[in-house]
């Protein structure tokens, strides 16, 4: 996790299951690109990044709701990302894929069609585990309406334009 910024400076959060000697020496091997943590026994480390998905993609979703409330009340949404920075709502989400809705900055880093990828296995999982999640469906469902609407190549901060068309009645449009 920590996407194509993460790569690029070596700060990946790389979640890693299997035996624990394993994944130390993979690690070795994987330092360069960020910090590896075995999460367990093998097949962890992949529940671990779709538990990541969705934390990303429910941080997306926050992030684009409160901004698409600030904007239709007045405010302007470079001024909200700077009062909300460093407060409890502060994070890598607000930071950078924020700046992004604020500067409608949709060229793909991690594109929608992904997520969306990411949200149906995670989904599938779920049920191959037998839970019962609230914020997994309304996500997955957003990045398929999202990627139905046509923006699929954009970056996943796009969600803000899509939450923005249906808070004003244009659902599945942007």
């Known amino acids: ?31 360069p690109c960020g910090r590896t943590t075995r999460m367990g026994a093998v097949g962890t480390g992949q529940l671990t990044k779709l538990a990541n998905q969705i934390v990303v993609a429910g941080t997306l979703l926050a992030v684009a709701e409160g901004f698409a409330f600030a904007r239709a009340g007045g405010a302007e949404l470079a001024a909200v990302r700077t009062a909300l920075a460093g407060g409890f709502t502060d994070s890598a989400i ?62 996943i901060a796009a969600v803000f334009e899509h939450v923005v068309a249906r808070a004003h009645g244009a659902e599945g449009t942007a």
């Open 94 to 155: 607000l930071r950078q894929h924020g700046e992004r809705m604020v500067n409608a900055d949709y060229v793909p880093g991690s594109p929608a069609v992904q997520q969306r990828e990411n949200l149906r296995n995670a989904a599938a999982q779920a049920r191959a585990m037998g839970i019962d999640l609230e914020l997994l469906p309304l996500a997955a469902r957003t990045f398929e309406d999202m990627v139905a609407a046509g923006r699929g190549t954009q970056d």
């Open 1 to 31: 996790s920590g996407g194509e910024r993460g790569a690029r400076e070596g700060t990946l959060a790389i979640m890693a299951g299997g035996d624990p000697a394993d994944v130390a020496a993979a690690a070795e091997l994987l330092a």
